[in-house]
């Protein structure tokens, strides 16, 4: 089987990416281990502090932050690091050619019941600075720590998927995801129906009315609360992954961070044959004004991305 380092070799010549890609795939190894163990140890419940979003810090976001700095620095291609948990970006190493933004544990309030969780990271090359279009990525990815430990990976070819080996390789088990084009499956925190803009209730109107609403065909629905998990679902078999803007993230620009969680995701799934969506333009087309900075996200099957649009356009 084709392991990570080999994978690497076919698909890029620059190797300061790679190294920083094997970084961060060390990060994960380190991260799955504490995961494991993390009710053993102790490492449960809440750290007592919160993020520059105001959210409230788990103790195991801040010990996967606390692995990823180590790796990264000590990376000499790592020049800058942006991270969900520090408010500021962090310079790294002054020869650094990349960038990495990360979100180090995605899922925290899936944290204490066992289930998926996992580390998101987006590399972008340092001579663009904080800034960047998605569409500026040179490569992006995400851990998910499920029933297997996947490594999802694209640099500028096919999404593809690694499962970690219990001698602590990564080999590729699927070397290019496709996310179909139809699908009958949706997922979106429905709790949030307040909140939400006419175009995302007609959308969910519509699924939900099945064979006889206009859509014409059944849907499921699917929300595990953790993107790495819903988007691992959707590159598996197809969906739509929905955290529109809504009344209550409108002021904030929406819910899901652009520059370790949305763009990260969008530049995944489109290399499956997948789409990427705000409403209003591709993710990837957005122009970052801050590191932390929200948008509203829609990603997956190309329909159904298609319909949700078309709704944006009707309303
Ligand atoms: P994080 O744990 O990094 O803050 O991210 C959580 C995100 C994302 O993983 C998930 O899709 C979404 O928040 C869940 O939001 P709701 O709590 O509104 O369901
Ligand atoms: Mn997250
Ligand atoms: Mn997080």
Redesign the pocket.
């Given at each position: 089987m084709t392991n990570l380092s080999q994978w690497l070799a076919t698909e890029t010549n620059d190797d300061k990416l790679a190294s920083a890609i094997e970084s961060m795939a060390a990060a994960g190894v380190e991260i799955a281990t504490v995961l494991r163990q993390a009710p053993i140890a102790g490492q449960t419940g809440l750290a007592g502090a919160t993020n520059v979003q105001g959210?409230a810090q788990k103790a195991l976001d801040l010990i996967s932050n606390d692995i990823v700095l180590k790796h990264l620095r000590e990376n000499p291609a790592i020049s800058i690091l942006v991270s969900?948990e520090l408010d500021e970006a962090v310079e790294m190493s002054s020869q650094g050619e990349v960038i990495v933004a990360t979100?180090p544990?995605?899922?925290?309030?899936n944290l204490d019941v066992n289930v998926t969780v996992g580390t998101i990271f987006s590399i972008l090359p340092a001579a663009g600075g904080l800034l960047q279009k998605g569409t500026a990525q040179l490569a992006a990815g995400y851990v998910a720590y499920g029933p297997a430990t996947s490594l999802v990976l694209r640099i500028k070819g096919a999404t593809s998927v690694f499962t970690l080996a219990s001698d602590g390789q990564w080999l590729l088990t699927v070397a290019a995801a496709l996310v179909p084009e139809a699908s009958g499956e949706f997922a979106i925190?429905t709790a949030?129906e307040r909140f939400w803009d006419a175009a995302t209730k007609n959308y969910v109107k519509e699924s939900v009315a099945g064979e006889a609403g206009a859509a014409g065909k059944r849907y499921n629905m699917r929300?595990v609360?953790?993107?790495?998990a819903?988007i691992h679902r959707i590159l598996m078999r197809g969906g739509i992954f929905l955290?529109p803007l809504d009344s209550e993230t409108a002021s904030k620009g929406g819910?899901?961070r652009l520059l370790y969680?949305a763009n990260p995701m969008a530049w995944l799934v489109e290399g499956a044959g997948g789409r990427s969506s705000t409403g209003q333009q591709g993710i990837l087309a957005v122009e970052p004004t801050g590191i932390h900075q929200r948008v509203p996200v829609i990603l997956g099957s190309a329909e159904e991305v298609a319909r949700m649009e078309d709704w944006y356009r009707r309303s």
């Amino acid at each position: 089987m084709t392991n990570l380092s080999q994978w690497l070799a076919t698909e890029t010549n620059d190797d300061k990416l790679a190294s920083a890609i094997e970084s961060m795939a060390a990060a994960g190894v380190e991260i799955a281990t504490v995961l494991r163990q993390a009710p053993i140890a102790g490492q449960t419940g809440l750290a007592g502090a919160t993020n520059v979003q105001g959210e409230a810090q788990k103790a195991l976001d801040l010990i996967s932050n606390d692995i990823v700095l180590k790796h990264l620095r000590e990376n000499p291609a790592i020049s800058i690091l942006v991270s969900e948990e520090l408010d500021e970006a962090v310079e790294m190493s002054s020869q650094g050619e990349v960038i990495v933004a990360t979100d180090p544990l995605d899922g925290s309030s899936n944290l204490d019941v066992n289930v998926t969780v996992g580390t998101i990271f987006s590399i972008l090359p340092a001579a663009g600075g904080l800034l960047q279009k998605g569409t500026a990525q040179l490569a992006a990815g995400y851990v998910a720590y499920g029933p297997a430990t996947s490594l999802v990976l694209r640099i500028k070819g096919a999404t593809s998927v690694f499962t970690l080996a219990s001698d602590g390789q990564w080999l590729l088990t699927v070397a290019a995801a496709l996310v179909p084009e139809a699908s009958g499956e949706f997922a979106i925190n429905t709790a949030r129906e307040r909140f939400w803009d006419a175009a995302t209730k007609n959308y969910v109107k519509e699924s939900v009315a099945g064979e006889a609403g206009a859509a014409g065909k059944r849907y499921n629905m699917r929300w595990v609360g953790s993107m790495v998990a819903d988007i691992h679902r959707i590159l598996m078999r197809g969906g739509i992954f929905l955290y529109p803007l809504d009344s209550e993230t409108a002021s904030k620009g929406g819910r899901l961070r652009l520059l370790y969680e949305a763009n990260p995701m969008a530049w995944l799934v489109e290399g499956a044959g997948g789409r990427s969506s705000t409403g209003q333009q591709g993710i990837l087309a957005v122009e970052p004004t801050g590191i932390h900075q929200r948008v509203p996200v829609i990603l997956g099957s190309a329909e159904e991305v298609a319909r949700m649009e078309d709704w944006y356009r009707r309303s």
